[in-house]
């Protein structure tokens, strides 16, 4: 068969292109190592190519988001630990308030807790970069903020740490699928740490840090009754509490019997609250009793309070009833529902807690005259009164007397009418203190001289050791246990955490691995095809000009 110089010629030269396009591929795989440039050098390993490189971008994706996870709970983890320590100092000094201290080493105590609630505050604004730890998805400003807020229908305030955070989980996506809120949270929010979120007079606050100031306020106490009008009439606490545990009250002057404007400021409706003031309910007409003391006349008002308290509020000429800021002030306001419509509303309160140490008088001759306080206290603090009879008439009315302001350490002469302090005669006998106190003991036969009367006023000794040593304890190990769980759980996905961080690296590892070994050339036997591919190709040049040599001059000439 004969071959034609063109068809010779057509091969050869198809033949030594294809030889030099080999050698420049191996040389273009020893440039940088890799067999894959194109899909077209192997369809089927630049598909598994893409496939692994896939796999590495989302590995480095989730690697990326376990590291700001851990950084994170890291850093909440130390917060945790810090208020863990802080728990701890406050359990051991609310322990420590029991009924062997004194009011002021009380209020000392009361000091420590205030800083430490300074404190804690600041813990619950730790941040991570920008981002606050504690606020929930709302973490762009400071969650936590230590204000006093004040009752809208009322005089009454009250000091609150506000929560501006929320619930709401924070997830960093680690694997394929949908993220869990629960499962996959890194926070912990202002209610997982600080217990409940309240609303106190219509701000968002968190229990736990309310109850330390609570706690705080208690062991800051000169009074078992505290009012926010410390010029209005005297407030007490009789009866026997019939309820379970505790309750606190706060009790509004709702109506006064002609007001500041007639200078009677006797009371004549009143209402309660046993929720911190959030509701109130009205004493019906039956429950405020303007003559049942009849040792002080109308001189006071006893008002008739659930679980078989009673609450006394002597009359005073700065008795505010329940009123508003409007165009025009309405004074002696008369509610039904305890409503306030327009402006703010004013009213004086007072606060107490029962069981607590009653307000009560003690007398050290049981059989002398009955005594009662009044007055209006116009003093700082709280103060020790003793009055010891010194002097009674044929009737028992004490016509004598002498009082102490120091526990009985020293004594001074009550005067006759007139002086600054005083006996005004009658039944009862009204002796007149300093700081604008009276004492009212009633006429009886089994008076004697030496007859000790001692009260606080205002009424009690400080703090409430059996709330503080019972309930305020409490408090303080249940928040902490609470927070010690809440640390517990951050603790188990911190682990697990870890261990997704370490097979995030064991499988990016293992990625680069299989990438390696589907891209990668045999160095070796890339440099032996390649001098092999150097020696053909010059081969087939040599012998190409001697086969072609004739057909070339042919095409010269």
């Given amino acids: 068969m004969r071959i034609a110089d063109n068809m010779q010629t057509y091969s050869f030269l198809r033949s030594l292109n294809k030889s030099q396009q080999r050698e420049n591929s191996i040389q273009e795989q020893l440039?940088?190592?890799?067999?894959?440039?194109?899909?077209?050098?192997?369809?089927?390993?630049?598909?598994?190519?893409?496939?692994?490189?896939?796999?590495?971008?989302t590995n480095t994706q989730y690697t990326r988001n376990l590291q700001d996870a851990q950084s994170w709970m890291n850093s909440t983890d130390g917060a945790m630990s810090s208020l863990s320590s802080i728990m701890i100092k406050a359990n051991e000094l609310v322990i420590s308030a029991d009924d062997t201290k004194t009011p002021d080493e009380l209020a000392t105590i009361g000091k420590q807790i205030d800083e430490m609630v300074n404190?804690?505050?600041?813990?619950?604004?730790?941040?991570?970069?920008s981002r606050y730890i504690f606020g929930g998805q709302n973490d762009s400003t400071a969650p936590f903020t230590r204000i006093t807020v004040k009752d809208p229908n009322s005089d009454a305030t009250q000091e609150v740490v506000a929560y501006s955070g929320d619930d709401s989980k924070i997830s960093m996506k680690i694997q394929s699928g949908a993220t869990n809120a629960n499962q996959d949270s890194v926070n912990l929010t202002g209610a997982d740490v600080f217990g409940p979120v309240t609303n106190v007079y219509g701000t968002q606050t968190v229990s736990a840090l309310n109850r330390l100031l609570d706690i705080k306020s208690e062991l800051q106490k000169t009074s078992t009754v505290s009012q926010t009008n410390t010029a209005g009439g005297?407030?007490?606490?009789?009866?026997?509490?019939?309820?379970?545990?505790?309750?606190?009250?706060?009790?509004?002057?709702?109506q006064v019997d002609g007001g500041a404007a007639t200078g009677i400021g006797h009371v004549t409706g009143a209402s309660y609250s046993t929720d911190g003031g959030n509701t109130w309910t009205n004493l019906a007409a039956a429950d405020v009793n303007t003559t049942s003391n009849t040792a002080v006349s109308a001189s006071a008002t006893t008002l008739t309070l659930p679980s078989g308290i009673s609450f006394t509020i002597t009359d005073s000429a700065k008795n505010t009833p329940y009123y508003t800021d409007a165009a025009s002030t309405v004074i002696n306001q008369?509610?039904?529902?305890?409503?306030?419509?327009?402006?703010t509303a004013h009213a004086d309160v007072y606060t107490f807690r029962v069981p607590?140490?009653?307000?009560?008088?003690?007398?050290?001759?049981?059989?002398?005259?009955?005594?009662?306080?009044?007055?209006?206290?116009s003093g700082t603090g709280s103060t020790a009164y003793s009055v010891r009879i010194t002097s009674t008439d044929a009737t028992g009315q004490v016509t004598g007397a002498e009082y102490s302001t120091d526990k009985g350490a020293s004594w001074a002469t009550v005067g006759a009418s007139g002086t600054t302090t005083a006996i005004t005669a009658g039944s009862p006998s009204v002796i007149t203190l300093t700081n604008g106190v009276k004492l009212n003991i009633a006429a009886s036969s089994g008076t004697t001289t030496d007859d000790t009367y001692s009260f606080w006023v205002p009424q009690g000794k400080g703090g409430d050791a059996k709330w503080l040593s019972g309930v305020a304890t409490n408090y303080v190990q249940d928040d902490h246990s609470m927070q010690l769980k809440a640390q517990t759980k951050l603790g188990t996905r911190m682990s697990m955490y870890e261990m997704a961080s370490n097979i995030m690296t064991n499988q990016g590892q293992i990625i680069q691995t299989d990438l390696s070994n589907n891209e990668s050339i045999d160095m070796a036997q890339a440099i032996t095809d390649f001098t092999t591919s150097?020696?053909?190709?010059?081969?087939?040049?040599?012998?190409?000009?001697?086969?072609?040599?004739?057909?070339?001059?042919?095409?010269?000439?």
Wanted: a positive charge.
């Fill in 31 to 57: 440039s940088d190592g890799k067999t894959i440039h194109r899909p077209s050098d192997d369809p089927i390993k630049a598909v598994r190519s893409l496939r692994y490189n896939t796999s590495s971008s």
């Fill in 119 to 129: 404190q804690i505050v600041q813990i619950g604004n730790t941040k991570v970069g």
């Fill in 234 to 254: 005297i407030g007490s606490v009789t009866g026997t509490y019939t309820g379970e545990g505790f309750t606190n009250f706060n009790v509004r002057i709702d």
């Fill in 334 to 343: 008369t509610t039904t529902a305890g409503v306030v419509t327009a402006g």
């Fill in 356 to 377: 607590q140490t009653a307000a009560s008088i003690t007398q050290s001759n049981t059989t002398g005259g009955a005594a009662v306080l009044a007055g209006t206290y």
């Fill in 534 to 557: 150097q020696t053909v190709y010059k081969s087939a040049l040599s012998v190409g000009a001697k086969i072609m040599s004739k057909s070339l001059v042919d095409f010269i000439s």
